[in-house]
């Protein structure tokens, strides 16, 4: 995390995958475990809901894919 204004902070996360097709697969199993999705709406619920969440905590949300710029082909 890291200030961002002076009244909103960044929080800014990266998660590494073995390719595309595996995260689409991670995420696909993640979004179809029923206790994992019963918790998150739950979360929200306790939190006064998605859209209020997203209206008063949330100023942006980007889901992007990294590029190397080393040009490393071996995975390393």
Do not use: C
């Given at each position: ?10 929080i ?7 390719s ?23 979360w ?14 949330v100023?942006?949300v980007?889901n992007?894919?990294l ?10």
């Amino acid at each position: 995390m890291a200030p961002n204004t002076d009244t909103t902070t960044e929080i800014f996360a990266i998660w590494e995958y073995d390719s595309y097709e595996r995260y689409k697969e991670i995420e696909s199993n993640v979004r179809s475990d029923i206790e994992h999705v019963q918790r998150v709406n739950k979360w929200y619920e306790n939190n006064s809901g998605r859209d209020f969440v997203y209206m008063e905590y949330v100023i942006e949300v980007k889901n992007e894919q990294l590029f190397s710029t080393l040009g490393v082909t071996n995975g390393h």
